[in-house]
């Protein structure tokens, strides 16, 4: 560590759950130069609570595992806050999943596709390993690849839909363009463990990256080491010092940067660096991919689908694959708030954020008539936050791209001189996920730490 004295400045960029936990490693390593510049008004970036019908939702992640063999640090603080949730239980989808033209599909239908599903995800795990330990490193195939060397690829909406739901509805991404050899077999799982808790509580997921910034900030709206509102346009580095520059005009000064921005704005050209990063930095932005997954909120004057144990999710199945396709209830979280909630990904949740609440609204009870009749009434409101157009996201979350190696990884994650990079699309494990964001968030304050010592 270096003596007070000598002791670094650093800026954070971005106050999300990586930035926050950055800032907060180094402030506990005995850093007190910080300033941490977020874009937005907002303390928590994709972890967002908003309201419909005076009841609170989240706009973005919402649940976190946990009761696994390996401890869940965002579980933990989520214990500590006492933060309400729900048991998320999918183990009834046979009997909920719709035909397109509406009515059920006989349990035995559904419970076969399941079953071919659940081979097909033991013969990825099972291929990805034997891939890993003999092949080369750049020997990658994609998930799609996976299931046709397994020798049975869904075809019918039903199967589709079911595939759907134990892939896409994860990585955000088609199975063609998501990474094997990375993504199976999911360890997330097995490592925090089976029970997906469903954050339904009026101070939002938003809590957690709030509390954590509570611990060295003296409040998080006030202390003048945490300001919002600050777009960074502009980073211009040398090889110890940085400037960092705002679209209102403003410059920060210091000796380090820590950039926890999404891989989607780092593709984007939102930031501007001067230098231009290097070509393998740039390579390897360029080449990672932020999918997209979006939940539409829909909240109505009256309930008209089924609740009570078993009914939470159900399925939707479509001849367009990713039609609407995931819906669930809120009645078990906020009972009689008569919530739905839809999920889409990649090209069809980018299509509907071209589409206006109105539009949204039309298609999804086209759908929804379907299945629970003509008779079913107009939503009250409509909820949803466009990710993708978001020019402080550009996306929900990374998705590890088929053929991107490790090593490109690992570049991906290196500092380019004073010019230090975090966020979830870092994290080797859990990347995409809220406690992959809050890991790396502190394996990247370590690794600077580490270079003071020298
Ligand atoms: C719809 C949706 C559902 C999800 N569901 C889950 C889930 O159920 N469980 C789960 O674990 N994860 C989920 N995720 C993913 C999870 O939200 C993210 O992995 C995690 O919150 C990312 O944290 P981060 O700190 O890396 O990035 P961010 O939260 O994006 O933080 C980066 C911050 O940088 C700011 N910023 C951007 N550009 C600039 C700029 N130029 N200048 C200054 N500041 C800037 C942003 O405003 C933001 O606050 C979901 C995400 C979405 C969008
Ligand atoms: C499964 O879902 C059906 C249809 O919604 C419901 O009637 C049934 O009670 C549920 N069964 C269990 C075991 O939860």
Known sequence: MASASSAPSVIVIGAGISGIAAAKTLHDAGVKDIVILEATSHVGGRMRKAEIGG????????????GGPVPNPIAEIASKLNLKYTLTDNGNLSSNTYKQQGGLYPKEAVEAAQKATAARTDFCAKFSQALNSGAKEDDDISILAAHRLSGSLPETP??????????????????ELTSLKNVHPRTIGPDHGP???FVADPRGYEAIPQYVGEQFLSSINGDPRLQLNKVVREITYTENMVVVQTEDGSTYQANYVIISVSIGVLQSDLIQFKPQLPMW??????DFSMAVYSKIFFQFPHKFWPTGPGTETFLYAHIQRGYYPVWQHLDNEIPGSNILMVTVTYDEAKRMEQLSDKELQAEAMGVLRKMFGEKIPEPESVLTHRWFSDRFYRGSHSNWP???SQDRHDKLGAAVGPV?????????????????????????????????EK
Do not use: C, Q
């Open 55 to 66: 009841h609170t939702v989240e706009l973005g992640a919402n649940w976190y595992l946990s």
């Open 158 to 175: 039903l199967e589709r839909v079911v595939e759907y739901m134990n892939d896409e509805l994860t990585d955000g991404e088609p199975p």
């Open 195 to 197: 029970l997906a808790h």
């Open 281 to 286: 930095k740039r390579v390897a932005i360029a």
């Open 402 to 404: 088929r053929g991107y």
């Open 420 to 452: 230090y990079f975090t966020g979830e699309h870092l994290h080797k494990k859990y990347f995409g996920w809220v406690s992959g964001a809050y890991l790396a968030g502190i394996d990247t304050a370590k690794s600077l730490l580490k270079s003071l």
